[in-house]
T-cell receptor, first 115, second 113 residues
């Protein structure tokens, strides 16, 4: 079955360490997205990529980095520069047909806790 | 203030009762998407609305997009415990086709048996 796989499901990090969250999709989708979810704040866009080797900052990109070397993969690195990294991170992808018809398919999420 | 406001923020209903969740945008909507989330899990797509006045139904859930395309409602008829979760609306505010969605803060629904 096609879908999006995020790993790890739970991750603990000490302050000052970088961590990388994995996101892999086998849906043959062109576009991929990273969102952060905090209690009571809905989802906020970190980075997105519409095509391989290209990506754009979202609303809260500071302290994060991404790469898109393969169509199937869009890893997110949470750097030590991110001041409040404890959150639930969601990866999504879409076929990006046209505006108003972009259904995003989400992974199961990764919960990062900074100790 | 949020570009996409949901109300209410939380809701507790008795099983069998009807309920409505609203999603109001500060800008014209080019696409409005409803998702459901169980706590600690990913989002599951429910419905997509594109045209003003459009209405879609799936089982006991109906979503509408108003004529002016700045508000949507999600209505659940005869609620069941399986309807419990967090409902989020997501929207495209432009026609540039980046595919990125802005989300409301979510509505947490509890259904009491």
């Amino acid at each position: 079955d096609g879908g999006i796989t995020q790993s790890p499901k739970y991750l603990f990090r000490k302050e000052g360490q970088n961590v990388t969250l994995s996101c892999e999709q086998n849906l043959n989708h062109d576009a991929m997205y990273w969102y952060r979810q905090d209690p009571g704040q809905g989802l906020r866009l970190i980075y997105y990529s519409q095509i391989v080797n290209d990506f754009q900052k979202g609303d809260i990109a500071e302290g994060y980095s991404v790469s898109r070397e393969k169509k199937e993969s869009f890893p997110l690195t949470v750097t030590s520069a991110q001041k409040n990294p404890t959150a639930f991170y969601l990866c999504a992808s879409s076929a990006q047909r046209f505006s108003g018809a972009n259904v995003l398919t989400f992974g199961a999420g990764s919960r990062l806790t900074v100790l | 203030s949020q570009e996409l406001e949901q109300s209410p923020q939380s809701l507790i209903v008795q099983e069998g009762k009807n309920l409505t969740i609203n999603c109001t945008s500060s800008k014209t909507l080019y696409g409005l998407y409803w998702y459901k989330q169980k706590y600690g899990e990913g989002l599951i797509f429910l419905m997509m609305l594109q045209k003003g006045g459009e209405e879609k139904s799936h089982e006991k859930i109906t979503a509408k997009l108003d004529e002016k395309k700045q508000q949507s409602s999600l209505h659940i008829t005869a609620s069941q415990p399986s309807h419990a979760g967090i409902y989020l609306c997501g929207a495209e505010h432009g026609s540039s086709n980046t595919g990125k969605l802005i989300f409301g803060q979510g509505t947490t629904l509890q259904v009491k048996p």
